[in-house]
């Protein structure tokens, strides 16, 4: 009676040691691995009234569409975003893509400022290491994983206007 | 912290003031929905997985609660501007959004409610631990089944306990959208021990 008492408790006591030993492996099952996220910063020197709108007024200060091509099959991702942080130099605008393939991807940002309009398009784009991922038109190759992140899950891309 | 420490202080003397009943074990999973706000991927709605360890004696509820969060939004929530205005890229990694909570429980055959409040902490893959991710708060009512159940539970996270008070206050004064706006449901299957 009594081992029929414990053996919820064991069975909980498992069941706590199992999520808390095995915290990566139960990650790396849920989560696929091909995941990127591209921050496109706008300068502040360049578009000044841009940032200080963002800065002290918390306004839109424009708007960024993004294009992920990818190259295998020609299919081509579209994604339109504001701002999603700002600092002393550069306004920042976040995309997270999560269900990339082991394709190879081009990006191209449009950039249509608050103040100047429309901006010509930018396809290079930098790793975490500030490497500029080929000539221009830059790509990356999924997985990536010389991006500065040990476990190869996700890697962050720049961008500059 | 007084504000906190009174609340906990009046649930532990009402556990006490009612007969233990019982006291109860919990194991649970569950899902809420994915949320990225101004996604550009519609794959970023893939619902989010959370495990549930809980432990009941009489009233007084005492849980953890493991959410599986996703790269993108571990590095949006470890990311930030510092107070000289420098920008701090987050970490790009899956994680565990991990809630340790106290509060009261009630169950009325075959219904239970719960309210609870407690801190939270971030683990990322990797082993690092992430301390700046606030405290929150749940409420939730569920249907209980023997020995499973199921749970519907919506969980508030705040940057701090100033802005949990001050969402308290809000809502003592008929003002809840503090309290209850942005708030993440989540639906657990539970087994009882």
């Known amino acids: 009676m009594k081992m029929r008492k414990l053996l919820p408790l064991v069975l909980l006591a498992l069941g706590a040691l199992f999520l808390l030993t095995s915290c990566d492996a139960i990650l790396d099952a849920i989560f696929p691995s091909n995941q990127a996220v591209v921050d496109v910063a706008i300068w502040k020197s360049d578009f000044s009234l841009d940032w200080s709108a963002t800065y002290y007024t918390n306004h839109s200060s424009g708007r960024v569409t993004l294009y992920l091509t990818d190259v295998n099959d020609g299919s081509v991702t579209t994604a339109v975003g504001s701002w999603t942080g700002v600092d002393y130099t550069y306004v920042h605008y976040t995309f997270p893509f999560t269900k990339l393939m082991d394709h190879t991807y081009t990006l191209t940002a449009y950039y249509n400022s608050y103040s100047l309009g429309s901006q010509p398009p930018n396809t290079v784009f930098y790793d975490p290491s500030g490497a500029e991922m080929g000539t221009p038109p830059c790509s990356i190759t999924m997985p990536y994983k010389n991006s500065g992140d040990s476990t190869g899950h996700s890697v962050n891309l720049y961008m500059y206007f | ?193």
């Open chain 2, 1 to 193: 912290m007084k504000k906190l420490l009174l609340p906990l202080a009046a649930i532990l003397l009402l556990a006490l003031a009612v007969p233990a009943a019982f006291s109860e074990a919990e194991l649970g999973i569950g899902l809420s929905p994915g949320q990225i706000s101004g996604a550009p991927d519609p794959s970023n709605v893939d619902p989010i997985i959370n495990f549930h360890v809980g432990w009941t004696w009489s009233i007084l509820f005492l849980s953890w609660d493991s959410y599986a969060m996703p790269d993108y939004w571990v590095y949006t929530n470890t990311s930030y501007t510092d107070q000289w205005g420098g920008y701090h890229d987050g970490f790009n990694v899956p994680g565990f959004l991990n809630m340790f909570d106290i509060g009261v429980k009630i169950v009325l055959k075959p219904f239970v409610g719960f309210v609870e409040i407690g801190t939270n902490g971030l683990y990322l893959r990797g082993g690092e631990n992430y301390g700046r991710v606030g405290v929150n708060a749940r409420l939730g009512a569920g249907l209980k089944f023997g020995f499973w159940g199921i749970n519907f539970s919506g969980t508030q996270v705040f940057n701090s306990t100033q802005d949990m008070s001050a969402a308290f206050h809000d809502a003592a004064h008929g003002n809840w959208s503090t309290l209850t706006d942005g708030m993440v449901p989540t639906l657990d299957l539970v087994i009882y021990f």
